[in-house]
C-alpha cells in the first residue's frame, strides 16, 4: 500500500523502458483523491468503466476511455470537462466543486447522447447549462438530472425542444438566483419526479401546469411562493405524493377544484402563515389518499368542509396553535389505523360519533383546551397504543 501512495504521489503516471505507456488492461474501476500534482493518466485503460477524481487540480485531460460509464470529478480542474466530449460511452456523471464554469461545453452536449445520470454540485459561476442555440436535446438519454448549491443558476431553455426528452427526475436545490421553470415543462411527458428545495425566488410555477404523468412533487425552502394554483395540476391524473414544506409566504395552495385521485400520501409542514388546505382534499368518494400529515401550520384554523377519503390509514396533526376543530365524521374513516393530533392548544372537542373502530394508535398530546377523548373510546377493541 504504500508504493501505491507514492505512485500516486508522481507527477505523471511512469513509462517504461522502452517508452510504451503504462498499460491496465483489466483495471475496471480506478479511484484517484488527493493527487494534486498528477497530470496525467496512464494511456492504455481499455477495461476502465468507473473513475472517481477527488481533488486533482491539475489532472487537466483524460485519455480515450472508450469503454467508461461512470464519472465522478470533485474539487477539480475545469478543463475536465472540454475533454468529456470524447466519453461516448458515458452513463452516469457527477460533477461536484468546480470553478469558473458558467454553462456546459457545447461539444460535451452534443456527444453524450448516451448519458443517463447527470448531478452537478457546487458550481460556484454556472448560470446556464446550455445557450438557447444548443439547448439539452442532444442529452437524448438523459433521465435523471440533478443541479446542487448552484448559487448563480438563473434558468432552463424555455421550449420543450430545448430541454432532455425523457428526463423522468429533475431536482434543483439551492439554487438562489433561479426565477422560473419552462413554459412548456409541461410537454415532459416521461417526468415523474420533481423537487424543488431551497429556491427562494420562485415566486410561482408556469400556468401550463406540472407534467401529466408526475408521480413525486416536493416544493420546499420556497420563501417568495405565494401560491400554488390549481392549473399546475390540471394536466395531471398520476400523482401520487404532494411534499410542501417550509414555504414562509404560501397562504394557500390548489384551493379550487379536485386532487388527483390518485394521490396516497400528503405532507404540509412549516408553513407558517397558510391559512387553507385544498377543498379537493375533503371529497371522500373521489380520491385514495392514505397518508395525511399537517404540521407546524399555526395560522391555519380549520379543515375545508367535507369529509376526509375512506381509504386515509394515517392522520397526523401537530403544531397548529390556531385549529378549532378536526374533520367532520371521522368515525367513517374505515381504514384508519393512526391518528395523532398534538400541540393544538385551541382543540376543545373531537368530533361526533367517535373514531372508526380499526383504530390501532391514537395519540394526543399537549392540547390543553380539550375537554375529553373521543366519544366511544371503549369501543376500540383492536386499539394497542394510547
Given at each position: 500500500?504504500?508504493?501505491?501512495k ?22 475496471q ?11 496525467d493518466?496512464?494511456?492504455?485503460l ?18 480515450r476511455?472508450m ?10 480542474n ?21 470553478s ?7 461539444g ?14 457546487s ?9 438557447e ?6 442529452l437524448?438519454?438523459?433521465q ?7 448559487p ?13 426528452p ?27 419526479e ?17 407534467p401529466?404523468m ?82 407546524n ?17 394515517r ?62 373510546i ?7 397504543r394510547?
Amino acid at each position: 500500500m504504500e508504493d501505491f501512495k507514492e505512485f500516486l504521489a508522481f507527477v505523471s503516471f511512469p513509462y517504461s523502458d522502452v517508452r510504451k505507456p503504462v498499460q491496465f488492461p483489466s483495471l475496471q474501476q480506478l479511484v484517484l483523491v488527493g493527487c494534486k500534482e498528477l497530470e496525467d493518466l496512464p494511456v492504455t485503460l481499455p477495461s476502465l468503466e468507473g473513475l472517481e477524481i477527488d481533488g486533482c487540480e491539475k489532472l487537466a485531460a483524460l485519455p480515450r476511455l472508450m469503454g467508461l460509464c461512470t464519472l465522478s470529478v470533485l474539487d477539480s480542474n475545469a478543463e475536465l470537462l472540454g475533454c468529456m466530449n470524447e466519453l461516448t460511452s458515458l452513463t452516469s456523471l457527477h460533477l461536484n466543486h468546480i470553478s469558473h464554469v458558467k454553462s456546459l461545453p457545447e461539444g460535451f452536449i452534443r456527444h453524450s447522447t448516451k448519458l443517463e445520470e447527470l448531478s452537478l454540485d457546487s458550481f460556484s459561476e454556472l448560470v446556464q447549462l446550455s445557450n438557447e442555440q444548443v439547448g439539452l436535446t442532444d442529452l437524448a438519454s438523459l433521465q435523471r438530472l440533478t443541479i446542487s448549491n448552484c448559487p448563480q443558476f438563473v434558468a432552463f431553455p424555455n421550449e420543450a425542444d430545448k430541454l432532455p426528452p425523457v428526463l423522468n427526475y429533475l431536482s434543483l436545490k439551492h439554487s438562489e438566483s433561479l426565477l422560473k421553470f419552462p413554459d412548456e415543462l409541461y410537454k415532459l411527458k416521461f417526468l415523474t419526479e420533481l423537487r424543488i428545495e431551497w429556491c427562494p425566488k420562485i415566486e410561482s410555477f408556469p400556468d401550463t401546469g406540472f407534467p401529466s404523468m408526475l408521480k413525486r412533487l416536493v416544493i420546499g425552502e420556497c420563501g417568495g411562493l405565494k401560491s400554488l394554483p390549481k392549473e399546475v395540476l390540471h394536466n395531471n391524473n398520476c400523482l401520487e405524493y404532494l411534499d410542501i414544506h417550509k414555504c414562509s409566504s404560501l397562504i394557500s395552495f390548489l384551493e379550487e377544484g379536485n386532487l388527483p385521485t390518485t394521490l396516497k400520501h400528503m405532507k404540509v409542514y412549516y408553513c407558517k402563515i397558510l391559512t387553507s388546505l385544498p377543498g379537493g382534499l375533503m371529497i371522500k368518494d373521489n380520491m385514495t389518499l392514505q397518508f395525511l400529515e399537517i404540521d407546524n401550520c399555526p395560522s391555519l384554523i380549520s379543515f375545508p368542509s367535507g369529509e376526509l377519503p375512506t381509504t386515509l390509514e394515517r392522520l397526523e396533526i401537530g403544531d397548529c396553535s390556531k385549529l378549532q376543530t378536526l374533520p367532520f365524521n371521522l368515525v367513517n374513516l374505515v381504514n384508519l389505523e393512526t391518528l395523532e393530533v398534538i400541540k393544538c392548544p385551541l382543540l376543545e372537542h373531537f368530533p361526533m360519533g367517535g373514531l372508526p373502530t380499526n383504530m390501532k394508535t391514537v395519540r394526543i398530546s399537549e392540547c390543553e383546551k380539550l375537554k375529553s377523548l373521543p366519544e366511544f373510546i371503549y369501543k376500540l377493541k383492536r386499539l394497542q397504543r394510547l
